[in-house]
Protein backbone atom coordinates (compact mmCIF):
# COMPACT_ATOMS: atom_id res chain seq x y z
CA UNK A 1 0.00 0.00 0.00
CA UNK A 2 0.97 3.60 -0.09
CA UNK A 3 -0.18 6.58 1.43
CA UNK A 4 -3.26 7.71 2.70
CA UNK A 5 -4.60 4.09 3.18
CA UNK A 6 -0.98 2.69 4.09
CA UNK A 7 -0.35 5.57 6.79
CA UNK A 8 -4.11 5.46 8.50
CA UNK A 9 -2.64 1.37 9.33
CA UNK A 10 0.38 2.14 10.93
CA UNK A 11 -1.06 5.44 12.17
CA UNK A 12 -3.78 2.87 13.88
CA UNK A 13 -1.08 0.23 14.95
CA UNK A 14 1.93 2.38 16.48
CA UNK A 15 0.19 2.54 19.85
CA UNK A 16 0.64 -1.09 20.03
CA UNK A 17 4.41 -1.58 18.67
CA UNK A 18 6.07 1.51 19.65
CA UNK A 19 9.37 1.13 21.94
CA UNK A 20 7.41 1.97 24.95
CA UNK A 21 4.70 -0.82 24.70
CA UNK A 22 7.84 -3.02 23.50
CA UNK A 23 9.69 -2.23 26.37
CA UNK A 24 6.86 -3.37 28.64
CA UNK A 25 6.86 -6.10 27.01
CA UNK A 26 10.66 -7.36 28.24
CA UNK A 27 9.76 -9.39 31.45
CA UNK A 28 7.09 -11.02 29.92
CA UNK A 29 9.76 -12.40 26.97
CA UNK A 30 12.17 -12.81 29.08
CA UNK A 31 9.66 -15.56 30.77
CA UNK A 32 9.18 -17.47 27.27
CA UNK A 33 12.77 -17.74 26.85
CA UNK A 34 13.54 -19.07 30.20
CA UNK A 35 10.60 -21.63 30.42
CA UNK A 36 12.07 -22.37 26.42
CA UNK A 37 15.59 -22.98 27.92
CA UNK A 38 13.81 -24.99 30.80
CA UNK A 39 12.20 -27.34 28.46
CA UNK A 40 15.30 -27.49 26.51
CA UNK A 41 17.61 -28.75 29.05
CA UNK A 42 15.29 -31.25 30.15
CA UNK A 43 14.60 -32.83 26.94
CA UNK A 44 18.57 -33.77 26.83
CA UNK A 45 21.15 -33.59 24.51
CA UNK A 46 21.29 -34.00 21.65
CA UNK A 47 18.43 -31.27 20.53
CA UNK A 48 17.13 -29.34 18.32
CA UNK A 49 17.15 -25.76 18.67
CA UNK A 50 15.30 -24.62 15.30
CA UNK A 51 12.21 -26.87 16.92
CA UNK A 52 12.30 -26.46 20.34
CA UNK A 53 13.86 -22.89 20.88
CA UNK A 54 14.31 -20.43 17.62
CA UNK A 55 10.72 -21.08 16.66
CA UNK A 56 9.13 -21.95 19.95
CA UNK A 57 9.99 -18.72 21.34
CA UNK A 58 8.87 -16.53 18.65
CA UNK A 59 5.54 -18.56 18.80
CA UNK A 60 4.85 -17.67 22.28
CA UNK A 61 6.02 -14.37 22.18
CA UNK A 62 2.86 -13.86 19.11
CA UNK A 63 0.62 -15.53 21.64
CA UNK A 64 1.22 -13.40 24.51
CA UNK A 65 1.19 -10.28 21.96
CA UNK A 66 -2.17 -11.20 20.93
CA UNK A 67 -3.55 -12.83 24.09
CA UNK A 68 -4.06 -16.04 23.66
CA UNK A 69 -4.75 -18.40 26.55
CA UNK A 70 -2.28 -20.56 27.44
CA UNK A 71 -4.66 -23.63 26.31
CA UNK A 72 -4.81 -22.89 22.89
CA UNK A 73 -0.55 -22.46 22.47
CA UNK A 74 0.07 -25.33 21.22
CA UNK A 75 -3.33 -24.96 18.25
CA UNK A 76 -1.63 -21.72 17.44
CA UNK A 77 1.59 -22.64 17.65
CA UNK A 78 0.94 -25.59 15.42
CA UNK A 79 -0.68 -23.78 12.99
CA UNK A 80 2.27 -21.17 12.55
CA UNK A 81 4.42 -24.64 12.22
CA UNK A 82 2.34 -25.44 9.36
CA UNK A 83 2.12 -21.46 7.78
CA UNK A 84 5.90 -21.46 8.28
CA UNK A 85 7.32 -20.84 4.58
CA UNK A 86 11.06 -22.84 5.17
CA UNK A 87 8.67 -26.13 4.68
CA UNK A 88 5.73 -24.62 3.08
CA UNK A 89 3.11 -27.51 1.44
CA UNK A 90 0.22 -25.18 -0.11
CA UNK A 91 -2.54 -27.38 1.07
CA UNK A 92 -1.48 -27.59 4.75
CA UNK A 93 -0.78 -23.56 4.51
CA UNK A 94 -4.61 -23.09 3.13
CA UNK A 95 -5.89 -25.23 5.99
CA UNK A 96 -3.98 -23.58 8.64
CA UNK A 97 -4.76 -20.31 7.16
CA UNK A 98 -8.41 -21.19 7.92
CA UNK A 99 -8.11 -22.06 10.92
CA UNK A 100 -5.71 -18.90 12.16
CA UNK A 101 -8.46 -16.79 10.66
CA UNK A 102 -11.02 -17.91 12.21
CA UNK A 103 -9.44 -18.00 15.78
CA UNK A 104 -8.76 -14.12 15.25
CA UNK A 105 -12.49 -13.98 14.39
CA UNK A 106 -13.21 -15.44 16.92
CA UNK A 107 -10.73 -13.34 19.03
CA UNK A 108 -11.95 -9.83 17.57
CA UNK A 109 -15.93 -11.02 18.73
CA UNK A 110 -14.89 -11.05 22.70
CA UNK A 111 -13.27 -7.73 22.52
CA UNK A 112 -16.09 -6.33 24.26
CA UNK A 113 -15.99 -9.04 27.16
CA UNK A 114 -12.07 -8.71 27.13
CA UNK A 115 -11.23 -5.41 25.49
CA UNK A 116 -7.47 -5.17 27.18
CA UNK A 117 -6.34 -8.71 26.86
CA UNK A 118 -4.07 -8.69 23.85
CA UNK A 119 -3.48 -6.58 20.67
CA UNK A 120 -6.06 -7.87 18.37
CA UNK A 121 -8.72 -7.44 21.02
CA UNK A 122 -7.72 -3.84 22.37
CA UNK A 123 -7.39 -2.80 18.36
CA UNK A 124 -10.89 -3.89 18.22
CA UNK A 125 -12.51 -2.66 21.31
CA UNK A 126 -10.99 0.88 20.07
CA UNK A 127 -11.04 0.84 16.49
CA UNK A 128 -13.99 -1.29 15.49
CA UNK A 129 -16.51 1.09 16.66
CA UNK A 130 -15.76 4.37 15.15
CA UNK A 131 -15.00 2.42 11.83
CA UNK A 132 -11.60 3.05 11.71
CA UNK A 133 -10.97 -0.53 10.96
CA UNK A 134 -13.50 -3.42 9.95
CA UNK A 135 -13.23 -6.66 11.28
CA UNK A 136 -11.84 -7.85 8.09
CA UNK A 137 -9.35 -5.60 8.18
CA UNK A 138 -8.04 -6.42 11.50
CA UNK A 139 -8.11 -10.46 10.39
CA UNK A 140 -5.92 -9.42 7.87
CA UNK A 141 -3.36 -6.73 9.70
CA UNK A 142 -3.32 -10.24 12.25
CA UNK A 143 -2.71 -13.01 10.23
CA UNK A 144 0.10 -10.41 8.25
CA UNK A 145 2.01 -9.90 11.86
CA UNK A 146 1.81 -13.60 12.41
CA UNK A 147 3.72 -14.18 9.00
CA UNK A 148 6.09 -11.56 9.78
CA UNK A 149 6.88 -12.14 13.14
CA UNK A 150 7.65 -16.18 12.99
CA UNK A 151 9.68 -17.24 10.31
CA UNK A 152 11.89 -13.85 10.37
CA UNK A 153 12.93 -13.53 14.48
CA UNK A 154 12.98 -17.95 14.65
CA UNK A 155 15.54 -18.02 11.61
CA UNK A 156 17.53 -15.15 12.65
CA UNK A 157 18.04 -16.59 16.26
CA UNK A 158 18.59 -20.27 14.69
CA UNK A 159 21.13 -18.19 12.30
CA UNK A 160 22.51 -15.60 14.96
CA UNK A 161 23.71 -18.58 17.26
CA UNK A 162 25.75 -20.72 14.04
CA UNK A 163 27.44 -17.84 13.21
CA UNK A 164 28.62 -17.33 17.36
CA UNK A 165 29.47 -20.73 16.99
CA UNK A 166 31.60 -20.26 14.18
CA UNK A 167 33.42 -16.83 15.72
CA UNK A 168 34.55 -18.85 18.94
CA UNK A 169 36.25 -15.38 19.87
CA UNK A 170 33.37 -12.76 19.65
CA UNK A 171 31.20 -15.56 21.36
CA UNK A 172 33.69 -15.43 24.23
CA UNK A 173 33.55 -11.45 24.33
CA UNK A 174 29.97 -11.38 23.89
CA UNK A 175 29.79 -13.86 27.18
CA UNK A 176 31.94 -11.40 29.37
CA UNK A 177 30.64 -8.38 27.90
CA UNK A 178 26.86 -8.55 27.62
CA UNK A 179 26.78 -4.87 26.87
CA UNK A 180 27.79 -5.89 23.22
CA UNK A 181 24.41 -8.15 22.58
CA UNK A 182 22.54 -5.15 20.95
CA UNK A 183 25.36 -4.26 18.63
CA UNK A 184 25.53 -7.89 17.64
CA UNK A 185 22.12 -8.29 17.14
CA UNK A 186 22.05 -5.60 14.89
CA UNK A 187 25.69 -7.66 13.16
CA UNK A 188 23.49 -10.39 13.02
CA UNK A 189 20.11 -8.40 11.35
CA UNK A 190 23.02 -6.86 8.39
CA UNK A 191 24.82 -10.14 8.24
CA UNK A 192 21.68 -12.48 7.42
CA UNK A 193 18.88 -10.63 6.40
CA UNK A 194 16.43 -13.29 6.23
CA UNK A 195 13.47 -12.26 4.38
CA UNK A 196 15.03 -9.83 1.77
CA UNK A 197 12.76 -10.87 -0.88
CA UNK A 198 9.39 -9.75 1.07
CA UNK A 199 10.51 -6.50 1.81
CA UNK A 200 11.66 -4.87 -1.37
CA UNK A 201 9.63 -5.52 -4.27
CA UNK A 202 8.61 -2.05 -5.81
CA UNK A 203 7.17 -0.40 -8.91
CA UNK A 204 8.99 2.45 -9.92
CA UNK A 205 6.84 5.34 -10.21
CA UNK A 206 8.87 7.93 -12.61
CA UNK A 207 11.37 7.25 -14.73
CA UNK A 208 15.12 7.25 -13.04
CA UNK A 209 18.67 6.57 -13.73
CA UNK A 210 20.90 4.16 -11.24
CA UNK A 211 24.35 3.38 -12.48
CA UNK A 212 24.18 2.28 -15.38
CA UNK A 213 20.68 1.07 -15.49
CA UNK A 214 17.23 2.74 -17.39
CA UNK A 215 14.74 2.46 -15.36
CA UNK A 216 11.23 3.16 -16.61
CA UNK A 217 7.89 4.09 -14.32
CA UNK A 218 6.00 1.02 -14.24
CA UNK A 219 9.06 -1.44 -14.64
CA UNK A 220 9.22 -3.93 -11.47
CA UNK A 221 12.12 -3.76 -9.76
CA UNK A 222 13.33 -6.55 -7.02
CA UNK A 223 15.90 -5.03 -4.98
CA UNK A 224 18.41 -7.05 -3.00
CA UNK A 225 18.43 -5.92 0.86
CA UNK A 226 21.25 -8.27 1.38
CA UNK A 227 23.11 -6.24 -1.53
CA UNK A 228 22.91 -3.31 0.71
CA UNK A 229 23.89 -4.57 3.86
CA UNK A 230 26.90 -5.87 2.34
CA UNK A 231 28.05 -2.92 0.22
CA UNK A 232 31.61 -2.12 1.00
CA UNK A 233 30.59 1.78 0.54
CA UNK A 234 28.60 1.57 4.21
CA UNK A 235 30.18 -0.98 5.61
CA UNK A 236 34.04 -1.37 5.92
CA UNK A 237 35.25 -5.36 4.91
CA UNK A 238 31.17 -6.35 4.50
CA UNK A 239 31.23 -9.88 4.09
CA UNK A 240 32.96 -10.45 7.81
CA UNK A 241 31.03 -10.79 10.73
CA UNK A 242 32.17 -8.61 13.61
CA UNK A 243 29.82 -7.77 16.82
CA UNK A 244 31.66 -4.34 17.43
CA UNK A 245 30.47 -3.15 13.93
CA UNK A 246 28.51 -0.37 14.10
CA UNK A 247 25.51 -1.68 11.66
CA UNK A 248 22.33 0.51 13.40
CA UNK A 249 22.19 1.95 9.31
CA UNK A 250 21.65 -1.70 8.30
CA UNK A 251 18.24 -2.27 5.92
CA UNK A 252 17.06 -5.61 7.27
CA UNK A 253 13.85 -3.69 8.14
CA UNK A 254 13.62 -1.93 5.23
CA UNK A 255 13.61 1.97 4.76
CA UNK A 256 11.65 4.96 4.89
CA UNK A 257 7.53 4.95 5.40
CA UNK A 258 7.37 0.99 5.01
CA UNK A 259 10.09 -0.13 7.35
CA UNK A 260 8.70 -2.65 9.57
CA UNK A 261 6.35 -1.97 12.23
CA UNK A 262 7.73 -4.55 14.52
CA UNK A 263 11.11 -3.98 14.50
CA UNK A 264 10.73 -2.73 18.31
CA UNK A 265 9.49 -6.43 18.91
CA UNK A 266 11.87 -8.09 17.02
CA UNK A 267 15.11 -6.08 18.85
CA UNK A 268 13.44 -6.67 21.86
CA UNK A 269 13.06 -10.81 20.93
CA UNK A 270 16.59 -11.45 19.25
CA UNK A 271 18.10 -9.59 22.69
CA UNK A 272 16.63 -11.71 24.70
CA UNK A 273 16.58 -14.84 23.26
CA UNK A 274 20.23 -15.06 22.10
CA UNK A 275 20.92 -13.74 25.33
CA UNK A 276 19.40 -16.19 27.43
CA UNK A 277 20.56 -18.97 25.09
CA UNK A 278 24.38 -18.02 25.68
CA UNK A 279 24.11 -17.36 29.25
CA UNK A 280 22.24 -20.67 30.32
CA UNK A 281 24.47 -22.36 28.28
CA UNK A 282 27.80 -21.90 27.83
CA UNK A 283 29.16 -24.81 27.02
CA UNK A 284 26.71 -25.11 23.78
CA UNK A 285 27.77 -26.83 20.48
CA UNK A 286 26.92 -28.02 17.46
CA UNK A 287 25.76 -31.89 17.27
CA UNK A 288 26.88 -32.42 14.05
CA UNK A 289 29.55 -30.90 11.60
CA UNK A 290 28.62 -27.66 10.32
CA UNK A 291 28.86 -28.80 6.51
CA UNK A 292 25.92 -31.62 7.77
CA UNK A 293 23.43 -29.00 8.57
CA UNK A 294 20.05 -28.57 6.47
CA UNK A 295 19.74 -24.98 5.34
CA UNK A 296 16.14 -23.75 3.80
CA UNK A 297 18.02 -22.97 0.35
CA UNK A 298 14.68 -23.84 -1.18
CA UNK A 299 12.61 -20.84 0.95
CA UNK A 300 11.83 -17.59 -0.04
CA UNK A 301 13.03 -16.85 4.07
CA UNK A 302 16.26 -18.30 4.44
CA UNK A 303 17.10 -20.31 7.73
CA UNK A 304 17.43 -23.96 9.02
CA UNK A 305 15.56 -26.68 8.91
CA UNK A 306 16.90 -28.07 12.05
CA UNK A 307 19.90 -27.55 14.18
CA UNK A 308 21.51 -30.34 16.39
CA UNK A 309 23.22 -28.85 19.48
CA UNK A 310 24.53 -30.48 22.67
CA UNK A 311 25.65 -28.95 25.61
Not at 78 to 97: G, I, K, Y
Request: glycine share 6%; proline share 6%; hydrophobic share 45%.
Amino acid sequence: MDPPEHSRFRRLLISELGARPMDAMRPALQRIADTAIDELLEAGAPADLVGMYARRVPSRVLCELFGIPAGDHEFFESRLRMLSVTSMNPSVAAEASRDVRGYLRELISSAEREPHKGMIRRLAARHLPTGELTTDELINIGFLMLLAGYDSPANTISLGVLTLLRHPAQLAALRTDPGLLPGAVEELLRFHSVQDWVSFDRIAADDLDIGSAHIRAGDRLTVLAASANRDALAFENPDEFDIRRSAQHHVAFGYGIHQCIGRNLARAELQIALGTLLTRMPTLHLAIAAEELPFADDAPFFGLHAMPVAW
